[in-house]
T-cell receptor, first 112, second 119 residues
Framework: AQSVTQLDSQVPVFEEAPVELRCNYS??????LFWYVQYPNQGLQLLLK??????LVKGINGFEAEFNKSQTSFHLRKPSVHISDTAEYFC??????????FGTGTRLTIIP | GAVVSQHPSRVICKSGTSVKIECRSL??????MFWYRQFPKQSLMLMAT?????????EQGVEKDKFLINHASLTLSTLTVTSAHPEDSSFYIC???????????????FGNGTRLTVT
């Protein structure tokens, strides 16, 4: 069965420190992977996506993610976080149909 | 960029009444729209997939007679919560896929959600 797992429900990070939000997937077919960010009481905004090609993808707001097929991971990273990065982050996968499968989300809290 | 407008952003209704939520794609044609429900501090739960001009496909466990979905045009889908009850209170989010983009690997564009409170 196809699935997306975000093991960390909450990640506190000091301002200007680096952060990594973990995402793992399980799939027997090719997968397209996405990271979305959700600010309070808002919808989701696309941060970045991996479709094929280079395994390191860069997104908006200084975020990047690396697709690792052997480890079935797609971790999100940012070298230096800001207060404005406080939000909920969702990893999602498309496993060859029209639907997106979401992880359970990671709440990133930036500590001043 | 592609914009999805969702209205209203907040609605409070009395138990037993119906509420309609609109989802519009403003600058693209959305052949497929998705409706999600999100409980506090939880992930998005897909409720149904709607394709323009056809009946919506509901996920298992979602009552299609309670959550009526209409996708009458390429830019508008509506979700009507009928005979609402307090347990229907939640955050509802719509998303749309641009019909001009390749299907499964194109990202979804999300509305800003609707906070429904049933008293």
């Amino acid at each position: 069965a196809q699935s997306v797992t975000q093991l960390d429900s909450q990640v506190p990070v000091f301002e200007e420190a680096p952060v990594e939000l973990r995402c793992n997937y399980s799939s027997s077919v090719s997968v397209y992977l996405f990271w979305y960010v959700q600010y309070p009481n808002q919808g989701l905004q696309l941060l970045l996506k991996y479709l094929s090609g280079s395994t390191l993808v860069k997104g908006i707001n200084g975020f990047e993610a690396e697709f690792n097929k052997s480890q079935t991971s797609f971790h999100l990273r940012k070298p230096s976080v800001h207060i404005s990065d406080t939000a909920e982050y969702f990893c999602a996968g498309n496993f060859g149909n029209e639907k997106l499968t979401f992880g359970t989300g990671t709440r990133l809290t930036i500590i001043p | 960029g592609a914009v999805v407008s969702q209205h209203p952003s907040r609605v409070i209704c009395k138990s037993g009444t119906s509420v309609k939520i609109e989802c519009r794609s403003l600058d693209f044609q959305a052949t497929t729209m998705f409706w999600y429900r999100q409980f506090p501090k939880q992930s998005l739960m897909l409720m149904a997939t709607s394709n323009e001009g056809s009946k919506a496909t509901y996920e298992q466990g979602v009552e299609k007679d309670k959550f009526l979905i209409n996708h009458a045009s390429l830019t508008l889908s509506t979700l009507t919560v009928t005979s609402a009850h307090p347990e229907d209170s939640s955050f509802y989010i719509c998303s749309a896929r641009d019909g001009a983009e390749s299907s499964y690997n194109s990202p979804l564009h999300f509305g800003n959600g609707t906070r429904l409170t049933v008293t």
